[in-house]
């Protein structure tokens, strides 16, 4: 956690902090982190039910989709890669879902869920780059981004979090924000932009700069 020294909480010139540097939780999982597993697993596994029940999957089936997506992911996660502005992990893990379905729907022929016809409708299933989310799933990719802020939360200073949630939740104005924490508006700007970053960053919602 980024600490101030007193001249500094003191100087209203100064920025918030120096921003959260540690590993994103993709990265930590990557290096074969447990922890950083689970709570990867915790924070997506609710995203990949809804795929599954969206995509007409038994629900006794679904268990065995997570568990062959998750299982690709550990085989595939360190080829994944942000170097585009597109990429995301979670456009990925759709990707690996959808794939992991459809072989699932493939495997059971006739025995599919839905039969035959769903093995039919299902060959088109929607790619990452078309599928709409409905409501459902924008209450859930909400719930997803409120679970990783929680994870976050410890890597900054307490004044930075402050100035980044009461412009960006609360709505209040920068200006007035500054005045009470003593920063400049431009620090409290800044605060907002870089918790933002580091949360997209840790979902693999964005490359890193």
């Not at 609360?170 to 009470?180: K, N, T």
Request: hydrophobic letters at 40%; one cysteine or more.
């Amino acid at each position: 956690m980024d600490r101030l020294s007193p001249a500094k909480a003191r100087s209203r010139s100064a920025s918030v902090d120096s921003g959260a540097t540690s590993l994103t939780l993709i990265e930590q999982v990557q290096a074969r982190d447990g922890e950083a597993w689970k709570r990867l697993v915790d924070l997506y596994a609710p995203l990949l039910r809804h795929w599954c029940r969206r995509w007409g999957v038994r629900s006794e089936d679904v268990d065995d989709v997570l568990q062959e997506v998750f299982r690709a992911v550990v085989v595939g996660l360190r080829g994944f890669r942000r170097d585009r502005e597109s990429a995301s992990f979670r456009g990925w893990l759709h990707g690996v879902a959808r794939h992991k379905v459809l072989s699932l729907i493939r495997r059971g022929g006739s025995q599919a869920p839905g039969g035959t016809n769903f093995y039919e409708r299902t060959l088109l299933l929607p790619d990452p780059a078309t599928d709409d989310s409905d409501d459902e799933e924008g209450t859930l990719v909400g719930d997803l981004y409120q679970n990783a802020l929680r994870l976050v939360r410890l890597e900054f200073e307490d004044r930075t979090w402050q100035a980044f949630w009461r412009a960006t939740v609360e709505g209040e104005a920068p200006a007035a924000i500054a005045a009470d924490l003593g920063v400049t508006p431009a620090a409290v700007r800044q605060a907002k932009s870089r918790v933002l970053r580091r949360l997209k960053d840790v979902l693999g919602e964005s490359p890193r700069s």
